[in-house]
C-alpha cells in the first residue's frame, strides 16, 4: 500500500537542476521526520537528507552537502527535495520516506516505516 507519492524526477544535464516532491496520499506527515534516499541500479540504497517534523533540523550525506536543499510544507503536507549542481552519480530512483517515531538513526533505512514507490532520476554527462 503506497502512502507517499514522489514526483519532480527526469532527466537532466549535469550541473543542472531538479526539484523533487513527495505529496500527501492519505495520510498526515506533519508528525514526522522525513527523508529521501536513493538507489541506483546494482547498488544499496543510500541515504540523502532528512528533515525534522518542525522543519527545524535538516541532515545530509556528504555526498550531497551544499548541493542538495531539503524543506517541507507542514500546510501542504509535502517534503521538497532540490538538488543542485547535478552530477552523473546522482542518477538513481529517489524515494520519500516517513521516519519511525523515537527511532535513533535518520540515515538508517531501516527505521523509515512508509516509503513511496520512487522517482527516477538520471544526470547525462
Known amino acids: 500500500q503506497v502512502q507517499l507519492v514522489e514526483s519532480g524526477g527526469g532527466l537532466v544535464q549535469a550541473g543542472g537542476s531538479l526539484r523533487l516532491s513527495c505529496g500527501p496520499s492519505?495520510?498526515?506527515?506533519?508528525?514526522?521526520?522525513m527523508g529521501w534516499f536513493r538507489q541506483a541500479p546494482g547498488k544499496e540504497r543510500e541515504f540523502v537528507a532528512v528533515i525534522s517534523r518542525s522543519g527545524g533540523s535538516t541532515y545530509y550525506a556528504d555526498s550531497v552537502k551544499g548541493r542538495f536543499t531539503i524543506s517541507r510544507d507542514n500546510a501542504k503536507n509535502t517534503v521538497y527535495l532540490q538538488m543542485n549542481s547535478l552530477k552523473p552519480e546522482d542518477t538513481a530512483v529517489y524515494y520519500c520516506?516517513?521516519?519511525?517515531?523515537?527511532?535513533?538513526?535518520?540515515?538508517?533505512?531501516?527505521?523509515?516505516?512508509?516509503w513511496g514507490q520512487g522517482t527516477q532520476v538520471t544526470v547525462s554527462s
Open positions: 520516506a516517513a521516519h519511525r517515531p523515537g527511532g535513533s538513526s535518520w540515515s538508517n533505512r531501516y527505521e523509515y516505516d512508509y
Open positions: 492519505g495520510r498526515t506527515w506533519s508528525s514526522y521526520d
